[in-house]
Antibody, heavy 121, light 108 residues
Framework: EVQLVQSGAEVKKPGESLKISCKGSGYSFTRYWIAWVRQMPGKGLEWMGV????????RFSPSFQGQVTMSADTSISTAYLQWSSLKASDTAMYYC??????????????WGQGTMVTVSS | EIVLTQSPGTLSLSPGETAALSCRAS???????LAWYQQKPGQAPRLLIYGASSRATGIPDRFSGSGSGTDFTLTISRLEPEDFAVYYC?????????FGPGTKLEIK
């Protein structure tokens, strides 16, 4: 069974750094893109970007380029999303998802449970 | 960047009725790259439809997708209580993805 398990909720202050994780199991971790999706409180889904764990190739939405860093450690089948200096506006639920190709369509078939990040002074 | 618009923002229907949710793109989207997701409160999204009209594994045939170019529709027939949720369309082309703002399907 494919599973993505994300790290727990975080409460941080503005200016602090943070790295959240997404651990994949039940499939070949290196062979599937992992996406990160933001959902601000009461709002919709936002596609942040994707990372290919095998070679760490990344693609970002223009809205998130330069704002976050994506990385992966294939030895422990884990993807990461990282901030160097958090802002209050980073408060949101963050989901990771496994991208699969179904008959030529790249879609998010499996999702993590989400990591709630709260940034407040 | 392709912008997706969904309508209506909220749809109020009763169980047993049929829901038609619209997704319009700011420029043409290949059918291959149009998907629909369902999200219930406190849960992660779930893939419903990919390639504009193909149901994902385990999705009942009450859910159907159609459309092409810039106009796509998710139709849910014979609404069940568990279908009341928020639905998002998503396009993924040129290594960039965007979601629509969502349609909330609520019980009337």
């Amino acid at each position: 069974e494919v599973q993505l398990v994300q790290s727990g909720a975080e409460v941080k202050k503005p200016g602090e750094s943070l790295k959240i994780s997404c651990k994949g199991s039940g499939y070949s971790f290196t062979r599937y893109w992992i996406a990160w999706v933001r959902q601000m409180p009461g709002k919709g889904l936002e596609w942040m970007g994707v990372i290919y764990p095998d070679d760490s190739d990344t693609r970002f939405s223009p809205s998130f380029q330069g704002q976050v860093t994506m990385s992966a450690d294939t030895s422990i089948s884990t993807a990461y999303l990282q901030w160097s200096s958090l802002k209050a506006s980073d408060t949101a639920m963050y989901y990771c998802a496994r991208e699969v190709t179904l008959f030529g369509a790249d879609v998010f078939e499996n999702w993590g449970q989400g990591t709630m990040v709260t940034v407040s002074s | 960047e392709i912008v997706l618009t969904q309508s209506p923002g909220t749809l109020s229907l009763s169980p047993g009725e049929t829901a038609a949710l619209s997704c319009r793109a700011s420029q043409s989207v290949s059918n291959t790259y149009l998907a629909w997701y369902q999200q219930k409160p406190g849960q992660a999204p779930r893939l419903l439809i990919y390639g504009a009209s193909s149901r994902a594994t385990g999705i009942p045939d009450r859910f159907s997708g159609s459309g092409s170019g810039t106009d796509f529709t998710l139709t849910i027939s014979r609404l069940e209580p568990e279908d009341f949720a928020v639905y998002y369309c998503q396009q993924y082309g040129s290594s960039q993805g965007t979601f629509g703002p969502g349609t909330k399907l609520e019980i009337k």
